[in-house]
């Protein structure tokens, strides 16, 4: 195989190499040539969230480290299009140039228009009663649901979906967490939770408006509080050399808020609990 001059496609093409002699059926690795589109979406889905969590923490090694990890799924996927003669990374590549070009007219030259009008006339929508709803189900169905939840909530808001003011927000919290302890106490009685994790989402949406109206991040913010629990948490378990079976709750919380003060007077922050 000829290599690229430029390191970068160099790099690329070697990476490109080493997928295909992964997938490759004579001597190929067995995990690898089991894996298929739908397999490989966990994967893509945590690796991207570690290269989210690499950023917040900024440390360039460990997101390089991360963006390699998510490249290689990139290229696994095409791999696996390729082997069956759909499409291949130079397709996938030259697709999303094609994109940021004619979505650039400003940059790459051409008539200029909205963001929305150039989207737009990329997939010609046929008539319909429900255009937004329709176009919300694309545009969330790759999303997490909590950054699905906020997208929602924004565009119906900027359609006129929308509270009258931050009371009307909380009122609504209220009421969806009162049915939710009521679908628990069923649950709890029935051992059917369909309902109780209805309305758990209800409330969690309900939420992301409180966000919304705040303009604050709610993925941010639960990553934040993910971060900090787990810091009071291995205080906890290094004040009990890692083994927390047989003892009593009053003698977690004690240890739970010892680490609650101390991290404050570190320089760091803890949840409220």
Known sequence: MSVPADPTLAALAELLAVV???????????????????????????EAHEVADAIRHGDDANLAEELG?????????????????????????????????????????GEPASWEAIKAAESPEAPSA?????RLAGK????????????????????????????????????ELDELKEAVSEAMASGNRAHAQEELGDLLFTLVNVAR?????????LAGTNQRFLDRF????????GD?????????EGLWQQAKAQIPAEGGTAPER
Not at 30 to 46: M, N, T
Not at 152 to 165: L, N, Q, R, V, Y
Request: charged share 20%.
């Open 140 to 175: 969330v169905r790759g999303q997490p649901a909590l950054a699905g939840a906020m997208t929602i909530s924004k565009k119906a808001a900027a359609a006129g979906f929308e509270w009258d003011d931050m009371a009307g927000v909380w009122g609504k919290v209220h009421e």
């Open 234 to 241: 291995s205080r906890v378990e290094a004040a009990l050399g």
């Open 69 to 109: 990890d998510l490249l290689l799924q990139v290229v696994l996927h095409a791999q696996i299009a390729s082997e069956a003669d759909r499409f291949d990374l130079s397709q996938i590549a030259a697709g999303i140039s094609a994109k940021l070009v004619r979505r650039h007219p400003h940059v790459f030259g």
């Open 20 to 46: 295909a002699r992964l997938r490759d059926p004579e001597g190929g690795c067995p995990w690898d040539l089991q894996q298929s589109h739908a397999s490989l979406v966990p994967y893509v889905l945590e």
């Open 213 to 221: 109206w705040c303009q604050i991040s709610p993925e941010e913010g």
């Open 130 to 134: 429900s255009p937004l709803s329709n």
């Open 244 to 252: 927390l079976q047989g003892r009593s709750i009053g003698e977690l």
